[in-house]
């Protein structure tokens, strides 16, 4: 008698949309629900401190939503991924506001914080990834080295360090802070 293999039941975007309030933080890739451990309080931090000077700029202009709390998104290639920092441009909200649901696409901007136990490699690669699904820009926050990787279509990742301003490009016209503000 020889020993049955059993498949694995891979699930697509609207599956996993459906029972994703039932589980911990997790993202889809390829068809599998991949579990994320919780943050660590500086990651939260950051994050929050990330998504209040987004705030502060991007509401008194009317130009878009900033979610945070890994607001899931459906990408072109059926994957769901969690950026940590999430801005939709106003004209991509719905009149009625964003959805109960996932984002139905990559946010114009996505920021990573990037966690210790964080490879390098995989870390440009769900930048690239996010890049080539539709964001307009990608940024990657590494407490550890307190630099701010800038992502951008078609253009060369810049590295920003302490005393360096980031600034919104096309996706944030007009928006600046240093790089300190971040790890205050």
Same mark, same amino acid.
């Given at each position: 008698?020889?020993?049955?293999? +059993?498949?694995?039941?891979? %699930?697509?975007?609207?599956?996993?949309?459906?029972?994703?309030?039932?589980?911990?933080?997790?993202?889809? %890739?390829?068809?599998?629900?991949?579990?994320?451990? =919780?943050?660590?309080? *500086?990651?939260?931090?950051?994050?929050?401190?990330? #998504?209040?000077? @987004? @705030?502060?700029?991007? *509401?008194?202009?009317?130009?878009?939503?900033? &979610?945070?709390?890994?607001?899931?998104? *459906?990408? =072109?290639? &059926?994957?769901?991924?969690?950026?940590?920092? #999430?801005?939709?441009?106003?004209?991509?909200?719905? =009149?009625?506001?964003?959805?109960?649901?996932?984002?139905?696409?990559?946010?114009?901007?996505?920021?990573?914080?990037?966690?210790?136990?964080?490879?390098?490699?995989?870390?440009?690669? *769900?930048?690239?990834?996010? %890049? #080539?699904?539709?964001?307009?820009?990608?940024?990657?926050?590494?407490?550890?080295?307190?630099?701010?990787?800038?992502?951008?279509?078609? +253009?060369?990742?810049?590295?920003?360090? %302490? &005393?360096?301003?980031?600034?919104?490009?096309?996706?944030?016209?007009?928006?600046?802070?240093?790089?300190?503000?971040?790890?205050?």
């Amino acid at each position: 008698m020889s020993p049955t293999a +059993t498949q694995e039941r891979l %699930i697509t975007a609207d599956e996993f949309e459906r029972i994703a309030h039932r589980l911990g933080h997790s993202e889809l %890739i390829d068809g599998r629900i991949i579990e994320m451990s =919780p943050t660590g309080a *500086k990651h939260g931090t950051i994050e929050a401190w990330i #998504a209040a000077i @987004l @705030l502060v700029y991007v *509401k008194p202009r009317n130009l878009g939503d900033v &979610g945070t709390g890994e607001v899931g998104c *459906k990408l =072109p290639n &059926g994957r769901v991924r969690a950026p940590d920092v #999430a801005f939709v441009r106003a004209e991509r909200v719905p =009149p009625d506001g964003p959805p109960d649901g996932f984002w139905p696409f990559a946010p114009d901007l996505a920021v990573e914080v990037v966690s210790p136990d964080d490879c390098p490699r995989e870390v440009r690669d *769900k930048a690239n990834e996010w %890049i #080539a699904a539709g964001s307009q820009a990608v940024w990657t926050v590494d407490p550890a080295s307190r630099t701010v990787t800038v992502y951008a279509l078609a +253009t060369t990742p810049r590295v920003l360090g %302490i &005393g360096e301003t980031l600034e919104g490009g096309s996706v944030l016209p007009g928006f600046a802070c240093l790089v300190d503000q971040i790890f205050a």
